[in-house]
């Protein structure tokens, strides 16, 4: 989830890398779907999170694999975040308050298989600093008081990590570097640039055969 840290709640020592084990397995979260509740739009999408989740749904034929499926379908939405729009998982009012659209009946993950990085790094966080990035573990995000410790890389479940974390460093750049942009921009202008970073990393289909990562790669040389 996007949240707000305060850099004084972190210090050397809680720094971690992929490596590291930390305190987060909570038996599967049994009986607990805090995380997927009240989250409104603060589960945002990166490219990799649209590309896996249109494929695990089946988004149609393989020319059809964006976010155009996950928009249409009610799935995702469009908010602004300091300047730059960005996709994020919809909410819904389950009944029980509002809550993830992929929370099912009985308060499990629908899509956990194919569950978007920030839900997979929850309760950690992300520290981004001199061109890297450490993990953290949030202190009261995660409501389960007790917790087994697991490696962060099998917490994550992702292959090939190396490349995952390589593209996530590469993205928040991206990121940072068009929200500095668009602070000079005219509101005209702002909306160009959005719709098309939109278009480039999001509505434009990935190639479902072949590597993620290079088709990134290619399509970030044409904001170079």
């Given at each position: 989830?996007k ?20 305190k ?71 009944g ?52 087994t ?69 290619e ?6």
């Amino acid at each position: 989830m996007k949240r707000e840290i305060l850099l004084s709640d972190i210090s050397a020592e809680n720094l971690l890398s992929s490596n590291d084990m930390a305190k987060l397995d909570a038996r599967g979260c049994a009986g607990c779907s805090y995380c997927c509740r009240e989250m409104t739009d603060t589960i945002i999408l990166d490219p990799w999170d649209v590309h896996l989740l249109a494929k695990g749904l089946g988004a149609g034929d393989k020319n059809n694999i964006s976010l155009s499926y996950l928009l249409s379908e009610g799935k995702a939405e469009l908010a602004v975040y300091e300047g730059l729009t960005l996709p994020h998982l919809a909410a819904a009012d389950s009944g029980k308050g509002m809550s993830c659209v992929f929370l099912d009946s009985n308060d499990r993950c629908s899509i956990h298989p194919f569950r978007p990085g920030l839900c997979r790094l929850f309760p950690l966080g992300r520290l981004y600093e001199n061109d890297t990035f450490y993990y953290f573990l949030q202190s009261g995000e995660c409501k389960k008081s007790e917790r087994t410790e697991v490696k962060i890389s099998n917490w994550l479940g992702i292959e090939n990590l190396k490349d995952y974390e390589a593209y996530i460093l590469s993205w928040h750049d991206i990121q940072e570097n068009i929200k500095a942009y668009l602070k000079d921009c005219d509101e005209e202008n702002a909306k160009k640039i959005n719709m098309t970073m939109l278009r480039l990393f999001y509505l434009m289909p990935y190639e479902p055969d072949r590597d993620f990562y290079e088709q990134f790669e290619e399509r970030k040389k044409r904001i170079s």
